[in-house]
């Protein structure tokens, strides 16, 4: 049994029509991912010890940050942070976003705190 991220790479499954030619990948991978964080400082300090280093992007250029970026990988996805006072308000249950009235506990790997 394949993991979902070879899945996601190679789709063992000959595809046609408009997603692909015949043998070729279908889903290659992410171009961008966007979170939420209601503290942005822990967050990006969590993100910079996970990822290794520290985001590319920072906005504004001082003082606490209200939105962050890192690139990764051999195509440079991107991953950002948001400040959650940005995050917009829907005017009913959105269907492709999450979102979290509480803050979970962040611990890097490795992390003795």
Same mark, same amino acid.
């Given at each position: =049994?394949?993991?979902?991220?070879?899945? $996601?790479?190679? @789709?063992?499954?000959?595809?046609? #029509?408009?997603?692909?030619?015949?043998?070729?990948?279908?889903?290659?991978?992410? &171009?961008?991912?966007?979170?939420? &964080? *209601?503290? =942005? @400082?822990? &967050?990006?300090?969590?993100?910079?010890?996970?990822? #290794?280093? #520290?985001?590319?992007?920072?906005?504004?250029?001082?003082?606490? *940050?209200?939105?962050?970026?890192?690139?990764?990988?051999? @195509?440079?996805?991107?991953?950002?942070? $948001?400040? &959650? !006072?940005?995050?917009?308000? *829907? !005017?009913? /249950?959105?269907?492709?976003?999450?979102? !979290?009235?509480?803050? /979970?506990? $962040?611990?890097?790997?490795? !992390?003795? #705190?």
């Amino acid at each position: =049994m394949s993991t979902l991220l070879e899945r $996601m790479v190679v @789709d063992p499954v000959p595809r046609t #029509g408009y997603l692909g030619q015949k043998g070729t990948p279908v889903f290659r991978g992410i &171009a961008n991912v966007n979170l939420i &964080a *209601p503290d =942005m @400082d822990r &967050a990006v300090a969590w993100y910079t010890d996970v990822m #290794g280093a #520290g985001p590319y992007f920072v906005r504004p250029d001082s003082g606490t *940050p209200q939105y962050a970026e890192w690139r990764f990988g051999d @195509d440079e996805d991107e991953l950002a942070l $948001m400040d &959650a !006072s940005f995050r917009p308000a *829907p !005017s009913r /249950p959105a269907r492709a976003a999450c979102s !979290s009235t509480s803050t /979970p506990t $962040m611990s890097a790997p490795n !992390s003795t #705190g």
